[in-house]
């Protein structure tokens, strides 16, 4: 157990649906990253928060939207979905803004759309 | 576009022997690391290494960073049936404001009995 929660391990969906990701970051870290990661795309940067401020967008789709609560967990909304959103989403952790240490990953949640 | 691309994409090797991955990158970095997937599971950190610092040891792993050539590599020694994985290296580009890592696309890595 790394000490990042993610739910749900698995989510099918169809088309046009949208759903929600929740990640709980490693006690006493601040900062969340969210990661997709596909077959054909790899892993792909998403979006950063640190204590409830977003600091950093990647290649996130307008479709998509995170946001972090003030207890810090944090949340993955993505809309309008469509096959092509099928894949492993990771949320990280860590204790800074920044990469001192390392990251922190939770375990994923797969997203099959159909 | 994936700041590190690793090399080769795909290594098969008998247990006992060593493994080496690396990791070749475009722009000026903070710090470099590397980390671990088993097939469908989170990834795990490995190891990092700063701009400023030439080589890393932790147990079995050795990490080299060649700022000039702005590539790195992964040594994995005495290999065993359980470091079969995809390794990752990331980079911590500087002047990115806020800090993201950038992955490459992996090394598959399967150690033989």
């Known amino acids: 157990d790394s000490g990042v929660t993610q739910t749900p391990k698995h989510l099918i969906t169809a088309t046009g649906q949208r759903v929600t990701l929740r990640c709980s970051p490693r006690?006493?870290?601040?900062?969340v990253y969210w990661y997709q990661q596909s077959l054909d795309q790899g892993l792909q940067f998403l979006i950063h928060?640190?204590?409830?401020?977003?600091?950093a967008k990647g290649n996130i789709l307008e479709r998509f939207s995170a946001q972090q609560f003030p207890d810090l967990h944090s949340e993955l909304n993505l809309s309008s979905l469509e096959l092509g959103d099928s894949a492993l989403y990771f949320c990280?952790?860590?204790?800074?803004?920044?990469?001192?240490?390392?990251?922190?990953f939770g375990s994923g949640t797969r997203l099959t759309v159909v | 576009s994936q700041q590190g691309e690793e090399d080769p994409q795909a290594l098969s090797i008998q247990e006992g022997e060593n493994a080496t991955m690396n990791c070749s990158y475009k722009?000026?970095?903070?710090?470099l690391q590397w980390y671990r997937q088993n097939s469908g599971r989170g990834l795990v950190h490995l190891i990092l290494i700063r701009s400023n610092e030439r080589e890393k040891h932790s147990g079995r792993l050795r990490v080299t960073l060649d700022t000039s050539k702005k590539s790195s590599s992964l040594l994995i020694t005495a290999s065993r049936a359980a470091d079969t994985a995809s390794y990752f290296c990331?980079?911590?580009?500087?002047?990115?404001?806020?800090?993201?890592?950038?992955f490459g696309q992996g090394t598959r890595l399967t150690i033989n009995p």
């Open positions: 006690s006493g870290d601040l900062s």
């Open positions: 990331a980079t911590d580009a500087k002047g990115q404001g806020a800090q993201k890592l950038v």
């Open positions: 928060y640190y204590n409830g401020e977003e600091r």
């Open positions: 990280a952790s860590s204790a800074m803004t920044g990469n001192q240490d390392g990251y922190t």
């Open positions: 722009t000026s970095i903070n710090n």
